[in-house]
């Protein structure tokens, strides 16, 4: 009798284990899940944001383009002005701001996907 008093307890422990080591894997795959839409929803918002300010400096570079064309009577020099001044932001943020730019994306990455949430510290 009591060797099956142990065989239940053992099976017990046994299902507890199992049950605790599953909702554990659950627990996480949520974690990650939940982690990633709002990486998700940080990069599609990101990439809207983008393309609409996109958009916006386009058409602006071809009002300064024909505005400079008119100014100096040749569309070669209206937007090869502008070409300069892109090529010229170009090699300014290649030079001066790329590695904290890269950081900061890395950075804000980082703290999305291992932000604590406040009912993990109770």
């Given at each position: ?34 982690k ?22 386009l ?15 040749s569309f ?12 010229l932001?170009?090699?300014?943020v290649m ?17 999305t ?9 109770d």
């Amino acid at each position: 009798m009591p060797d099956q008093q142990a065989e239940g307890l053992y099976d017990e422990v046994q299902h507890t284990v199992k049950q605790l080591v599953n909702d554990r894997l659950l627990l996480a795959k949520m974690e990650a899940a939940e982690k990633l839409s709002i990486l998700s929803g940080k990069l599609i918002v990101g990439i809207l944001a983008g393309s609409l300010l996109f958009f916006a400096l386009l058409f602006i570079s071809f009002m300064a383009g024909y505005y400079f064309s008119q100014v100096y009577e040749s569309f070669f020099i209206g937007f090869g002005l502008v070409a300069a001044f892109y090529i010229l932001l170009l090699l300014t943020v290649m030079a001066f701001v790329r590695k904290p730019l890269q950081e900061a994306i890395q950075n804000s990455i980082i703290s999305t996907l291992f932000a604590q949430d406040e009912d993990d510290n109770d």
